[in-house]
């Protein structure tokens, strides 16, 4: 399976202030046949299910604010969150869908107010 | 509105076994594989398993292979898990999911989510 590692654990950023969220792959999750990286992320509010935020590493879904931008090709992805509002506090998760059907999760990232 | 609705988690013994049903209202799944996935207290999400859109395929976590089966019924727009042989481990929240690929043949991301319905496995 492929492992996702995310750092950091967990951070704690100022209103206004830009988020930094880091992914890794243990293999590239890069199908060359369409050049497409095959990674999500995921926003958990407490309490809450899981909300997709980006897919295919950079297509922001549906309603999800332009302040959330995924990044990345191959093995090392982030998704920055451009000015951290309020609401943002949550968990956030990035998934590998390159290797089916064994889907795997980043351990996670806790976002908080500093 | 699109909404997932999970039921039938509750309380069982190790051994035990239990069915979760995950029903569909304001969207149509039939052209869209389905998941589950689950969250352990204080843990990261796990992805559980797959079924194709047409039920035609399932997949599994090697965690619970072999004592969990997924299956949907597209008529009443609803998906199941059966889970059997049951261990304190699997004590998590499970989501029901909808993959984001339409009529996609392997599991991909997921885009809708249920709220989630909490089971536990303890004597």
């Known amino acids: 399976d492929i492992v996702m590692t995310q750092s950091p654990d967990a951070l704690a950023v100022s209103l206004g202030e830009r988020v930094t969220i880091n992914c890794k792959s243990s293999q590239s999750v890069l199908y060359s046949s369409n050049n497409k990286n095959f990674l999500a992320w995921y926003q958990v509010k407490p309490g809450q299910s899981p909300k997709l935020l980006i897919y295919w590493a950079s297509t922001r879904e549906s309603g999800v604010p332009d302040r959330f931008i995924g990044s990345g090709s191959g093995t090392d992805f982030t998704l920055t969150i451009s000015s951290l509002q309020a609401e943002d506090v949550a968990v956030y998760y990035c998934q590998q869908y390159y290797t089916t059907p064994s889907l795997t999760f980043g351990g996670g990232t806790k976002v908080e107010i500093k | 509105q699109a909404q997932l609705v999970e039921s039938g988690g509750g309380v069982v013994q190790p051994g035990g076994s239990l069915r979760l049903s995950c029903v569909a209202s304001?969207?149509?799944?039939?052209?869209?594989?389905m998941h589950w996935v689950r969250q352990a207290p204080g843990k990261g999400l796990e992805w559980v398993a797959f079924?194709?859109?047409?039920?035609?395929?399932?997949d599994y976590a090697d965690s619970v292979k072999g004592r969990f089966t997924i299956s949907r019924d597209n008529s009443k727009n609803t998906l199941y898990l059966q889970m059997n042989s049951l261990r304190a481990e699997d004590t998590a929240v499970y989501f029901c999911?909808?993959?984001?690929?339409?009529?996609?043949?392997?599991?991909?991301?997921?885009?809708?989510w249920g709220t989630g319905t909490t089971v536990t496995v303890s004597s």
């Open positions: 304001g969207l149509t799944v039939s052209s869209h594989g």
């Open positions: 999911a909808k993959d984001g690929v339409l009529t996609g043949w392997e599991p991909y991301y997921m885009d809708v």
């Open positions: 079924i194709r859109y047409d039920g035609s395929n399932e």
